[in-house]
T-cell receptor
């Protein structure tokens, strides 16, 4: 799976959009970008994933650049409960020796303040 | 409510005393997995199961056992716990997906084990 680089920490005001960047310059053509988050010592929570088109669900939006070397997770209206560590992962969509296994890097600590 | 349930949530025990951490999911998921999370080391996979009676080692299986006799349950067994197994443990599950397509994983709330 391709390596990802995220800023160690970010701040965001409550009610504003939180934009979390992720670099994955070595991503291959059949690797997807996944985002999970972990609120302090709770189980990780799936947020969203995508291949090359922008994706949106009830939690967030995912913007992937045209060359697919970077992406941005957008929380449109951040709340205090969105304070968490956010992990960007690149992994094969299907098969491979690492099927199913999640490997988290250091992630980005997002702090949403009032 | 769809969920992955782990028990116990917290446990303090002593070296060598066998213990089992249970994991149960109510989503009819084929795939289940155990992870441990340690500061600075991130999430590491211990064992996983693709379906009933099918289990395999992850990256750090030493000192652990698992079984998958029923689809919903995937217990983690520490036959002779040691202090280096003190950690935060997570169970996860997902649909298997046709063609081994990776599916979003659902995690339990974690079990914090302290082995003295």
């Amino acid at each position: 799976d391709a390596k990802t680089t995220q800023p160690p920490s970010m701040d965001c005001a409550e009610g504003r959009a939180a934009n979390l960047p992720c670099n994955h310059s070595t991503i291959s053509g059949n690797e997807y970008v996944y985002w999970y988050r972990q609120i302090h010592s709770q189980g990780p929570q799936y947020i969203i994933h995508g291949l090359k088109n922008n994706e949106t669900n009830e939690m967030a939006s995912l913007i992937i650049t045209e060359d697919r070397k970077s992406s941005t997770l957008i929380l449109p209206h951040a709340t205090l409960r969105d304070t968490a560590v956010y992990y960007c992962i690149v992994r094969f969509h299907a098969g491979g020796t690492s099927y199913g296994k999640l490997t988290f890097g250091q992630g980005t600590i997002l702090t949403v303040h009032p | 409510e769809a969920q992955v349930t782990q028990n116990p949530r917290y446990l303090i025990t002593v070296t060598g005393k066998k213990l089992t951490v249970t994991c149960s999911q109510n989503m009819n998921h084929e795939y289940m997995s155990w992870y441990r999370q340690d500061p600075g080391l991130g999430l590491r996979q211990i064992y996983y199961s693709m379906n009933v009676e099918v289990t395999d080692k992850g990256d750090v299986p030493e000192g652990y056992k698992v079984s998958r006799k029923e689809k919903r349950n995937f217990p983690l067994i520490l036959e002779s716990p040691s202090p280096n197994q003190t950690s935060l443990y997570f169970c996860a599950s997902s649909l298997r997906g046709l063609g081994r397509v990776n599916q979003p994983q659902h995690f339990g709330d974690g079990t914090r084990l302290s082995i003295l």
